[in-house]
T-cell receptor, first 108, second 116 residues
Framework: GEDVEQSLFLSVREGDSSVINCTYT??????LYWYKQEPGAGLQLLTY?????DMKQDQRLTVLLNKKDKHLSLRIADTQTGDSAIYFC????????FGKGTSLLVTP | GAVVSQHPSRVICKSGTSVKIECRSL??????MFWYRQFPKKSLMLMAT?????????EQGVEKDKFLINHASLTLSTLTVTSAHPEDSSFYIC????????????FGPGTRLTVL
């Protein structure tokens, strides 16, 4: 099947904002998700957005959705060292179709 | 929130042996459970979808005789890697879903399998 695309690596300084981008494939996806995976651990659901929304804000997290371009982004405000992890976007096609993940490194 | 557990968290086995991984939904009944495999620096790939009481549906390229899935109850699914080989070494993650379609999936913590 088609791939959900993400940039593989992002490095930011502590306190800056991080923006992780994703291009998904299935325009009929009702929900789109962002998951966080810390080293050696499973997946943690960070946030999700319903397809009829353009934006969703949840504390330091802001999700933007452009359905026309099938583009999804996750913005983390005031990024902390504890935010260092791999971030996966996923579209819901019944099961979840994941991107390859963006490895976020936050430096002091 | 809903909790999904996996057991064991890590397992090392010899080539040729079989390994069983359990996935349990602790505080809810899961209509459907999914098994994913994650290779290093790769995304999660769906292996199979299992509904309680029926045979699992395997994704293309996944050998059903190699990866046996049993979903005997609404709270337990097992994945058995039969006659394991080093190339089966991977991180296996299950998820559980209540309801159909776009209902949220809850992920287990994963099982790291190393085959020597």
């Amino acid at each position: 099947g088609e791939d959900v695309e993400q940039s593989l690596f992002l490095s930011v300084r502590e306190g800056d904002s991080s923006v992780i981008n994703c291009t998904y494939t299935d325009s009929s996806s009702t929900y789109l998700y962002w998951y966080k995976q810390e080293p050696g651990a499973g997946l943690q659901l960070l946030t999700y957005i319903f397809s009829n929304m353009d934006m969703k804000q949840d504390q330091r997290l802001t999700v933007l959705l452009n359905k026309k371009d099938k583009h999804l982004s996750l913005r983390i405000a005031d990024t902390q060292t504890g935010d260092s992890a791999i971030y996966f976007c996923a579209e819901n096609t019944g099961a979840l179709n994941f991107g390859k993940g963006t490895s976020l490194l936050v430096t002091p | 929130g809903a909790v999904v557990s996996q057991h064991p968290s890590r397992v090392i086995c010899k080539s040729g042996t079989s390994v069983k991984i359990e996935c349990r939904s602790l505080d809810f009944q899961a209509t459907t459970m999914f098994w994913y495999r994650q290779f290093p620096k790769k995304s999660l790939m769906l292996m199979a979808t299992s509904n309680e009481g029926s045979k699992a549906t395997y994704e293309q390229g996944v050998e059903k005789d190699k990866f046996l899935i049993n979903h005997a109850s609404l709270t337990l699914s097992t994945l058995t890697v039969t006659s394991a080989h080093p190339e089966d070494s991977s991180f296996y993650i299950c998820s559980a879903r209540v309801g159909q379609g776009n209902a949220e999936q809850f992920f287990g913590p994963g099982t790291r399998l190393t085959v020597l």
